[in-house]
């Protein structure tokens, strides 16, 4: 069956450090991945897209590699800050649909 | 510009009652999406439209939900005969075309409680 993983539901750091989040697909050939962020009573909000020819994306503090060989995306938050708390969610489209396929997410707290 | 709105920001029905959820998309945006999102679970597709068009409805229930995107106006998700089931956010995203290489711009959502 098509699975698409983000392997904690909740991740601790200590602020200036950096926050590392998985994404795992099953059975998934993705075109693109992306990655939004999610704060809570409130839509999610677009942070990056790296297609599937790509290994990293980069935007300030953010970065994104995309192994399809390990159908693994990992996002990572440099330099984190307290501000940075929030659900990330990773999500995919396949070749000739439009539609996102979600992870659950992962809740990033960074404590001061 | 505006982004994606969605009206109402919270709704109570009562099981059997009709539920109207809008959205008006980002100027300029002419293709819509809607999501689910049940508690403790992550977003799930429902439906995709363009104006006067739906292009994937697969994530949709197949009884009670419809949703349509007219010429004019906002796009609108019907849910007839609620259940408490149905109680979740719902949120809106538009994008200017139907690429799978743009990102999605998502509203506030709607969070209807079915009592």
């Known amino acids: 069956s098509q699975k698409i993983e983000q392997n904690s539901e909740a991740l601790n750091i200590q602020e200036g450090k950096t926050a590392t989040l998985t994404c795992n697909y099953t059975n998934y050939s993705p075109a693109y991945l992306q990655w939004y962020r999610q704060d809570p009573g409130r839509g999610p909000v677009f942070l990056l897209l790296i297609r599937e020819n790509e290994k990293e994306k980069r935007k300030e503090r953010l970065k994104v590699t995309f192994d399809t060989t390990l159908k693994q995306s990992l996002f990572h938050i440099t330099a984190s800050q307290p501000a940075d708390s929030a659900t990330y969610l990773c999500?995919?489209?396949?070749?000739?649909?439009?539609?996102?396929?979600f992870g659950k997410g992962t809740k990033l707290t960074v404590n001061p | 510009n505006a982004g994606v709105m969605q009206n109402p920001r919270h709704l109570v029905r009562r099981r059997g009652q009709e539920a109207r959820l809008r959205c008006s998309p980002m100027k300029g945006h002419s293709h819509v999406y809607w999501y689910r999102q049940l508690p403790e679970e992550g977003l799930k597709f429902m439906v995709y439209l363009q104006k006067e068009n739906i292009i994937d409805e697969s994530g949709m229930p197949k009884e009670r939900f419809s949703a349509e995107f007219p010429k004019e106006g906002p796009s609108i998700l019907r849910i007839q005969q609620v259940v408490r089931g149905d109680s979740a956010a719902y949120f809106c995203?538009?994008?200017?075309?139907?690429?799978?290489?743009?990102?999605?711009?998502f509203g506030p959502g709607t969070r209807l409680t079915v009592l």
């Open positions: 999500a995919l489209t396949q070749g000739g649909s439009e539609k996102l396929v």
């Open positions: 995203a538009s994008s200017p075309s139907g690429s799978s290489r743009n990102e999605q711009f």
